[in-house]
């Protein structure tokens, strides 16, 4: 299975952005949404380095949410 993971755009240059989630900060490619009116604050599910869709910031906490409860079920947290 595959995961998305949300995080949010803290820079943009040209097709590239630094984004951060839970403290942790990746360069991420952002050619996939080059359609989309992209800005600092927004967020981004990221799968593999590469942006691959545009979320809210309510949907981005609520897939951390659960991406918690199943790092804590497993006793990764």
């Known amino acids: 299975m595959c995961l998305g993971i949300p995080m ?5 240059d040209g097709f ?3 984004c951060a989630a839970k403290g ?5 490619n952002l050619f996939m ?3 989309e009116p992209l800005a600092v604050g927004d967020y981004v ?3 593999l380095g590469y942006a ?3 979320i809210s ?11 918690d409860q199943m790092l804590a ?3 990764a947290t």
């Open 8 to 12: 949010q755009i803290q820079s943009i």
């Open 16 to 18: 590239a952005a630094r």
């Open 24 to 28: 942790v900060e990746r360069e991420v």
């Open 33 to 35: 949404l080059q359609h």
């Open 45 to 47: 599910v990221v799968h």
């Open 52 to 54: 691959m869709d545009r």
């Open 57 to 67: 910031p309510s949907a981005a906490a609520a897939a951390w949410e659960v991406y």
């Open 73 to 75: 079920a497993d006793g």
